[in-house]
């Protein structure tokens, strides 16, 4: 099960920000340990404390990503993993603050109704995957919550005031003509096989007069099978080379001849096709709008975040680590 991340600080690009804040649920436990006045403290954010063996927990996992198996734990790469890390804490920290600040919160139902989707998603294998990551249910379930609070949040304290004109998006489709443009692309029916008898065997049946969409179901391999072997639109260059050349060749209606290539035999049939073109204002106004807004939200954020890190009185204890190198 892939640990789930905050889609808006990965589309920011922000290194590592809340690469660990979902997924690494082991540390929800010690969350709530705070109560013992002998754990070290290695950072403290507007006088909450982030602990060493919080801080621990987060890199053991994180260095089994970053290290490859069998790469050597060199000096320089653990310690810009251990300060991204930090920051990432820190960070975590400062965000989850002003959501408090604001009193956001995530009900359990809106909780709950995002689990079961989750779960759809993922199907009947959903609990071995937690037990496969030693991840318990309860700790990853508010892991979830804090991800849909730091998403409500920047829904409501950033995104909300962000518009885009029609003048705005008449000046993007003017300016950048090359964003509407449309490449060339057919729709298109395959049926691949292992080998050249089988691919002859499919090629005999179809001269016969038997349907493209009954031989593809019948004897392809590929899972479009299913669909009688409907690749749907393809682009250039999506495909193989030899299918590629074919398929951008091929008159609409006719079946190939037999093409090898490295995944087998193929035979296709072009269904239909779209030249490249240059969509007009309205078939692309949407498209438009979208971009424009997903590149302000994107400059909002990190100048509310890089905000909310000024206004912070962070304190970072560097010797923590260091002392415990030494030892």
């Known amino acids: 099960m892939q640990p789930l991340k905050f889609k808006t600080m990965t589309a920011c690009r922000q290194p590592l920000l809340f690469l660990v804040f979902m997924g ?59 300060e991204e890390i930090l920051e990432s804490m820190i960070t975590e920290k400062i965000v989850l603050q002003r959501a408090r600040a604001l009193n956001m919160s995530v009900s359990n139902t809106d909780l709950e109704r995002k689990l079961l989707d989750l779960r759809k998603d993922y199907g009947e294998n959903f609990f071995d995957l937690l037990a496969a990551q030693n991840v318990s ?7 979830l919550r804090k991800e849909m609070l730091f998403d409500k949040l920047v829904a409501t304290d950033v995104n909300a005031v962000i518009r885009v004109s ?3 998006a008449l000046d993007a489709y003017e300016e950048n003509p090359e964003f509407c443009k449309t490449e060339a692309r057919v729709r298109a029916g ?59 060749t091929l008159p609409v209606g006719k079946i190939s001849p037999i093409i090898r290539s490295d995944y087998g035999y ?46 912070a009185l962070v304190r970072k ?6 002392t415990k190198k030494r030892n």
């Open 166 to 168: 029609e003048d705005e």
């Open 266 to 311: 193929h035979i296709v049939r072009v269904l239909e096709k779209q030249p490249a073109r240059t969509r007009d204002f309205s078939e692309c106004r949407k498209d438009l709008i979208a971009d424009i807004r997903a590149r302000k939200e994107d400059a909002a954020f990190n100048v509310w975040l890089n905000d909310l890190k000024i206004k």
């Open 190 to 248: 395959q049926i691949v096989v292992r080998d050249m008898a089988r691919a002859k065997e499919a090629e005999t049946r179809l001269s016969g007069g038997d349907a493209f969409e009954k031989v593809a179901a019948e004897m392809s391999i590929g899972p479009e099978s299913a669909r009688g072997g409907d690749l749907g639109w393809v682009a250039r260059r999506i495909m193989p080379d030899p299918l590629d050349r074919m398929l951008f």
């Open 137 to 143: 249910y309860e700790e990853w379930r508010e892991e």
């Open 24 to 82: 690494v649920v082991c540390l929800c436990a010690a969350c709530n340990r705070e109560e013992f006045s002998n754990r070290t403290v290695i950072a403290a954010v507007n006088g909450e404390n982030i602990y060493l063996d919080e801080f621990e927990k987060r890199l053991a996992v994180q260095k089994k990503a970053f290290f490859p198996q069998g790469l050597p734990d060199s000096p320089g790469k653990r310690e810009l993993l251990e």
């Open 317 to 322: 204890d560097p010797g923590v680590l260091k």
